[in-house]
């Protein structure tokens, strides 16, 4: 049984969503026309006065869970903003509450030390940096982390840093001023969970250099992005090491699992616009003397969709409150089974979209080929859905020793 949120949750699901309908929703045009001027890389200003103005109505760092420093909801509670938020590209900035920085946020709030967490959650904090997360590697098959070349070496009072990473999102951005980074610095550790760390690098450090931007199926998501970044010899005080040498694992399992809650909740928000749009635009064309939407595939495929995303909402929600009850550790099934259903059921939701807006939802017209690119790459991004399966399979056989 899921418990009920509480008056105080409930005013803010209120608030968050007018505040989506006055603010943000009217200026999505406007945004994306703004960002295609010019210089892409550079911060929308229009963006810039909408969060200016949800700071100052109180709806900043909604994501933090017991903290002081974001409005101490739980991961449960949380989840139901993030669909709000989810259902346009520009939602979660708009509150502070976008990936990576979220998680990057509370890595640092839980994990660094109280001087590294002073310097560098403050700016974040008031939204006037942003952050990066350096995992993902080119010459290796990052699915199994424990591939990471990546080195971090002790020098004295610095570790020296050495990799090539790549698909790190928001590195390309102007805003972003650190990395979390994660290598190897005990390679040799019999123990193979225990081999790397993870460790906070300033991105104007000497030997940082983005290489290069990634396009997703062509599209570049500036001015956030997704980078190829090296670190050539990088050098950062022992200071930045979080929580200690050979903890990266134990870190990124803290990290990962509500940032895997926050993309599910997201996803049911795209999903849910997919749904309106083919709902819309349906009612709207006539095909062999009817609407659209009275074609029996067309129902099929509206009432499916329905399903699927209430099935994924309710999974996500229970996950999320497992994780709250439990514990990560505990809700790691649970975790991964939303991992692999709600990129799947959005990509399916966003695909029978298109079709029902015939040659006009692969343009950019309706924003559905985008909505699909951002949704099929959270088939990979946080772990593949294959790696995610394993772990279900394998739990799911424990129980049947």
């Known amino acids: 049984m899921l418990p009920e949120l509480s008056p105080k949750v409930v005013d803010l699901l209120e608030r968050v969503s007018k505040f989506m309908d006055e603010n943000v929703y009217p200026n999505e045009e406007k945004i994306a026309a703004e960002i295609a001027e010019g210089d892409r890389w550079q911060p929308s200003q229009i963006l810039e006065g909408i969060k200016a103005k949800a700071k100052s109505e109180g709806l900043w760092n909604l994501f933090l869970p017991e903290s002081d420093r974001g409005a101490g909801l739980t991961n449960y509670e949380y989840g139901h903003l993030c669909e709000l938020m989810g259902r346009t590209q520009f939602g979660p900035e708009a509150f502070n509450c976008s990936a990576p920085d979220t998680g990057n946020m ?42 990471i070349e990546s080195s971090i070496v002790r020098d004295g009072d610095e570790y020296v840093i050495n990799g ?46 983005v290489l290069r931007h990634l396009p997703v199926f062509g599209f570049d998501d500036a001015p956030h992005g997704h980078g190829e970044v090296l670190f050539e010899n ?31 909740m997201r996803l049911i928000g795209v ?46 929600l229970y996950a999320a409150h497992k994780m709250d009850t439990h514990g990560n550790k505990e809700a790691r099934k649970e975790i991964a089974m939303i991992k692999v259903s709600a990129p799947n059921m959005a990509c399916t939701i966003i695909d029978w979209a298109i079709q029902a807006h015939g ?43």
């Not at 930045?240 to 993309?263: S, W």
Request: glycine share 8%.
């Open 234 to 264: 990088v050098r950062v005080p022992v200071k930045n090491i979080l929580l200690g040498e050979g903890r990266g694992f134990e870190i990124a399992q803290g990290r990962l699992g509500p940032g895997r809650i926050h993309h599910c």
């Open 359 to 401: 040659a006009g939802g692969v343009s950019n017209d309706f924003g559905l080929s985008k909505m699909y690119a951002q949704s099929r790459t959270l088939r990979l991004a946080d772990g593949p859905d294959e790696v995610h399966r394993n772990q279900i399979a394998r739990l799911e056989l424990k129980r049947h020793n």
């Open 106 to 147: 509370e890595t640092l709030e839980r994990y660094a030390s109280e001087e590294v967490r002073d310097e560098w959650m403050a700016p974040l904090l008031e939204g006037k940096i942003r952050s990066a997360f350096a995992m993902t590697e080119p010459a290796v098959a990052s699915s199994d982390a424990t591939n």
């Open 271 to 316: 999903a849910e616009v997919a749904l309106e749009k083919m709902c819309k635009r349906t009612k709207e064309r006539v095909a062999f003397g009817k609407p659209v939407a009275e074609q029996s595939v067309t129902q099929e495929r509206i009432a499916e969709s329905r399903i699927m995303i209430d099935q994924c909402r309710l999974l996500t």
């Open 164 to 209: 090539r990473k790549w698909w790190t999102s928001g590195a390309n951005d102007p805003r972003c001023k650190v990395f979390i980074f994660m290598g190897k610095s005990d390679p040799k550790n019999p123990d193979k969970h225990k081999q790397q760390s993870m460790i906070v690098v300033p991105a104007d450090s000497k030997g940082v250099k």
